[in-house]
Structures are given as structure tokens and as C-alpha cells.
């Protein structure tokens, strides 16, 4: 394999030092970008992309001609998972998300198998093998899964939701069913990550974007307890490297001690947290991402550096820290603001390392 030229991302996963704070941004290769609306036009639909290497391996690198970002995250969606248990994901027009075959009882839910990964999701573990060849050793490559609870809420409300009531009353109602539906999208969730490591991700995201939705031991229950159950499960080296893991939970920042514990080397925390708190509170023994408002970026290029230079001071000296958004970069942000944020983390980090 090709060596790596910038490291500095892996390298602060590990909490080991850096000259500077790594930066990437969440959803980096996306809608805010023209290029990116071009090539999705071009492919004809988003699962279109998502499912043609070649289309996703392009869109991944997108991002990276545009600005000196420290890491590349596959081009992909949080759902192939359910869709490739056979579930018909679909999109509808300014709709988002929506799956054909619901699971909210046990004729379904006996019916789930974890899929076999090389049959059914072969086009992205492809998409990883073309996106690291493409990249040349450049940057590091950030493989993905949704968690395995919020990969539930989907498969039980058929699409997103603003409440989450159906698949929260069945963990409440039929809490037998709930957890036969996460074991099995866990060890999706394992096999799928792993297939990515095989196929070159240098480091690995979970995203439990619905994990903040339930109360403190709900969120134990249903969705922690799993999330540690994939990261067990995790090849953590691959090509004579650790492989890290980040965890990040969405509105997760009452809970960071117990998701520091669950075997992750990174915590993502999103802006309702003060970062030099985190890092009192779960420094010692994992990294931190994040954590900036995605908000911020629509602030004109100056308000964007004075709250990136909020974020470093509050994370402060020393290594452990890889610069983000507190969740994915809105389509509707001016790129040259996202290059402000990149240009900012780069110049004023330095000051926080050696």
C-alpha cells in the first residue's frame, strides 16, 4: 500500500502529538459543493451515486481539490444496511429517506438476517478499494456505518421522524423485539465496518445520529449497549496500523463518560457542549471531534475564524483533538466559507501543539 503523506488525522485519534488540529467536516462531499450537484445529476439519483464507485469515488475527492482537508470519508449513505436486508430504500422528492417494508412486528422481524456483505453491498466496499487508490496516500480514509439504533428508527418508522414514537413505544412495549432487531443490525453493522477496514478505510465512524432522542437508560439500553457490542467486534488493525474508531451520538454530550467507555479511541460531540468540559470530563482516555455550530458557516469569513479560534482555545494545548462541524455541513453553506474554516483550524491551531 501507497505510504501516507499527512497522517496528522489518525495520528490525533491516537492522541499522539501533531503539529497542527486535523480538520474534516462532516457531509464534506456534498450538497453545498456545484461539483457535487453536477455529478449527482449526471448519475441521475443520489442512491445512483451511492452505488457507482466510480460516481462515489469522485464525489468523495470533490471536497478535497477544493480545500487542504486532513481526511477523506467515503461517499455513501447511513441506510444500505437496511436496504441491502432487503427493506427497498427510496427517496422521495424533498422528502428524504423512506423504506418500501417496514419492521413492527414479529413476522418482520423475523424475517431480518445480517446481509451478506460482499453480495449485497459490494458496490461500496468497491467504492473504498477506488477511493484509496485514488487517493494515493494523500489523506487518511474514513470509513462509516449509521449506529445500529438508528439504523432501527428508520426500519421501524419507514423513514425519518420527528419523534421517534413508533420504534420508542415498541422498545418500550416490546423490548424482546427491539433488542432481536439490534443484535442483528450490530453484527450487520460489525460485518459491514469490517469490510470496509478489509477494503482499505484507515479508520472507521459510527454515526448514532438518533442515539440523543431517548432518555439516559433508554439510551444505555437500546443504543450504547450495541454500539460497544459492533466496536468489539471491530478489526482494529489493519495493514500494520490501528485502526481507530470514533462514536459520535448526536445530543450524546450527558453521556460522553459512558460512550468514552465503550472501547471507541474518539468521541464526536456536537455544539451544545463546551469542548474543554469534554475533555475534563473523558480527555484522559479518548480523543475528541468537533465542535463547531454547522450554523456558523452562513457568519461571513471573519465570525468564522473568531469561533474557530473559540473552539481550539476551548479544547486547548496538547494533542487529542480533530477539528469538525457538531453534525453535517448544510447544503445551503457558501463553499468559500467552508475554505475560511479550513484556512482558520490550520493557521490558529498550531499554536495549541509543540
Not at 474534516?24 to 457507482?52: D, I, V
Not at 469490510?195 to 472507521?204: F, R
Not at 480533530?322 to 463553499?335: A, C, D, K, M, R
Amino acid at each position: 500500500m501507497t505510504t501516507l503523506q499527512n497522517d496528522t488525522f489518525l495520528r490525533a485519534l491516537m492522541r499522539q502529538p501533531t503539529d497542527y488540529t486535523p480538520v474534516w467536516l462532516m457531509r464534506q462531499a456534498g450538497r453545498y459543493l456545484p461539483e457535487y450537484n453536477a455529478t449527482r445529476k449526471q448519475a441521475g439519483s443520489f442512491l445512483n451515486l451511492c452505488k457507482n464507485p466510480s460516481a462515489a469515488t469522485e464525489v468523495t475527492l470533490q471536497p478535497l481539490e477544493r480545500f487542504p482537508l486532513d481526511a477523506a470519508i467515503l461517499f455513501s449513505d447511513i441506510l444500505t444496511i437496511p436496504d441491502a436486508m432487503g427493506l427497498g430504500l427510496y427517496f422521495a422528492e424533498g422528502e428524504g429517506p423512506k423504506f418500501e417494508r417496514t419492521v413492527r412486528d414479529e413476522a418482520a422481524v423475523a424475517k431480518l438476517a445480517v446481509p451478506d456483505i460482499g453480495a449485497t453491498l459490494r458496490y461500496v466496499t468497491d467504492a473504498v478499494s477506488q477511493i484509496r487508490r485514488a487517493l494515493n496516500g494523500r489523506v487518511p480514509l474514513i470509513g462509516f456505518s449509521g449506529s445500529p439504533w438508528t439504523l432501527a428508527c428508520y426500519m421501524v418508522e419507514g423513514g425519518g421522524s420527528s419523534d421517534h414514537h413508533t420504534v420508542k413505544a415498541m422498545a418500550y412495549q416490546r423490548p424482546d423485539l427491539m433488542h432481536r432487531i439490534l443484535d442483528t443490525n450490530a453484527r450487520a453493522v460489525a460485518a459491514y465496518l469490517n469490510a470496509q477496514i478489509e477494503a482499505g478505510a484507515q479508520a472507521v465512524m459510527i454515526f448514532d445520529t438518533w442515539g440523543g432522542a431517548l432518555s439516559a437508560a433508554a439510551y444505555k439500553k437500546f443504543s450504547l449497549a450495541y454500539i460497544t457490542q459492533v466496536v468489539a467486534l471491530l478489526k482494529r488493525e489493519n495493514e500494520g496500523r490501528r485502526v481507530p474508531v470514533i462514536v459520535f451520538t448526536k445530543g450524546g454530550g450527558l453521556w460522553l463518560e459512558d460512550i468514552a467507555a465503550c472501547g471507541c479511541d474518539a468521541v464526536g460531540v456536537d455544539w451544545t457542549i463546551e469542548l474543554s468540559q469534554a475533555r475534563a470530563r473523558v480527555g484522559a482516555k479518548v480523543a475528541l471531534q468537533g465542535n463547531l455550530d454547522p450554523t456558523v458557516l452562513f457568519a461571513g469569513p471573519e465570525a468564522i475564524r473568531a469561533e474557530v479560534g473559540q473552539v481550539l482555545a476551548s479544547y486547548g494545548k496538547g494533542a487529542g483533538h480533530v477539528f469538525n462541524l457538531g453534525h453535517g455541513i448544510s447544503q445551503f453553506t457558501p463553499p468559500e466559507h467552508a475554505a475560511a474554516l479550513v484556512k482558520a483550524v490550520h493557521e490558529l491551531s498550531p499554536a495549541y501543539h509543540g
